[in-house]
């Protein structure tokens, strides 16, 4: 009977919807198609965290939908990347969880992706709190530049080097600066 309780009490925490969980899918969009991505939706905290695994060119993101702010940690560059979510292109934390499991299934043959285009300011920012504990937790210690987003119709004439990242299928980022040795 006890044991029976413990089994049932631990169902429960599985399914609670504060509990964060995993989807991974293989990101054939890499070199030999070796990269694998992983998704972990928090509800409780508010947060969506993806892990893009594709040895030097890795890179994770979070974004705070709490305090309205995504990072992009990019281990190649050994920088971070903060800006402000832009709610009308970004998934919600309920269509996220949506169109992560729609695209796993439907791969890059999907609907296609949208685009965000950001200008990094060389800059380095100092004081982390102002993106809120769980960006100031990640970007702890790393050099961190805040990026503006460049409205749609000017992206095709922004000629500066930009670091791509893609997230499952659903959305492409690109981090352009005046020189990508700099962040």
């Given at each position: 009977m006890k044991l029976t309780m413990i089994f049932v009490?631990?169902?429960?925490?599985?399914?609670?919807p504060g509990f964060a969980y995993n989807?991974?899918?293989?990101d054939s969009g890499n070199v030999d198609g070796s990269g694998q991505q992983s998704v972990s939706i928090n509800n409780q905290h508010n947060v969506a965290n993806v892990d893009n695994n594709d040895g030097w060119n890795s890179w994770n993101?979070?974004?705070?939908?709490?305090?309205?702010?995504?990072?992009?940690?990019?281990?190649?560059?050994?920088s971070c990347i903060v800006h402000k979510?832009?709610?009308d292109v970004m998934p919600?934390?309920?269509?996220?969880?949506?169109l992560v499991k729609e695209q796993k299934?439907?791969?890059p043959g999907g609907a296609p992706h949208k685009d965000l285009m950001y200008s990094i300011n060389p800059a380095r920012v100092e004081d982390l709190s102002t993106f809120g504990p769980k960006i100031?937790?990640?970007?702890?210690?790393?050099p961190t530049y805040v990026a503006e987003e460049i409205p749609g119709?000017?992206?095709?004439?922004?000629?500066?080097?930009?670091?791509?990242?893609?997230?499952?299928?659903?959305l492409r980022l690109s981090f352009c600066g005046t020189s990508t040795e700099t962040y």
């Open positions: 009490g631990l169902l429960g925490l599985l399914r609670a989807i991974n899918v293989n993101a979070l974004w705070d939908y709490e305090n309205s702010f995504a990072a992009t940690r990019l281990f190649a560059k050994k979510m832009n709610k919600s934390l309920q269509d996220l969880d949506t299934d439907k791969g100031a937790g990640m970007c702890h210690g790393i119709p000017n992206q095709p004439f922004y000629s500066q080097k930009c670091y791509t990242a893609n997230i499952l299928w659903i």
